[in-house]
């Protein structure tokens, strides 16, 4: 969204796609880079998606059940509901959504009543 200084990569689910996706890179005309990332990241994670947050302004991620900071600009949300098989496994997780304000550099979580 060039008038705007965003550049906004979006990666699907691997499930998806017929081909591993090319590695996200930030545009550096723009004034903010989001990625949105449906996969897990991680040192650990085998198959994952390589990505440094701290080249980012933020990554978004999915996939993920419960609220977790990856980076100072790389966030699992967690999702809106429980939905582990286990009803006690998330019973005490906060559930919610993340808002971000780029020009501030803010990260806010926002609890919403979960069921």
């Known amino acids: ?45 085998r198959h994952g998606v390589h990505v440094d947050p701290s080249e980012w302004s933020y990554v978004a991620l999915g996939g993920e059940h419960r609220r977790r900071k990856v980076d100072e600009h790389a966030r699992y949300p967690g999702s809106l ?5 286990d ?3 998330e019973a ?9 304000d780029l020009e501030r550099g ?4 926002h609890a919403i009543r979960g069921r």
């Open 1 to 45: 969204i060039e008038r705007l200084g965003l550049h906004a990569c979006l990666v699907p689910y691997r499930a998806v796609t017929r081909h591993p996706p090319a590695v996200p890179e930030p545009d550096p005309r723009m004034r903010w880079n989001v990625l949105v990332l449906h996969a897990q990241v991680g040192a650990s994670v």
């Open 81 to 85: 509901e429980r939905v582990a098989l």
């Open 87 to 89: 009803p006690w496994d």
């Open 92 to 100: 005490a997780d906060e559930k919610g959504f993340v808002s971000v």
């Open 106 to 109: 803010h990260i806010r979580f």
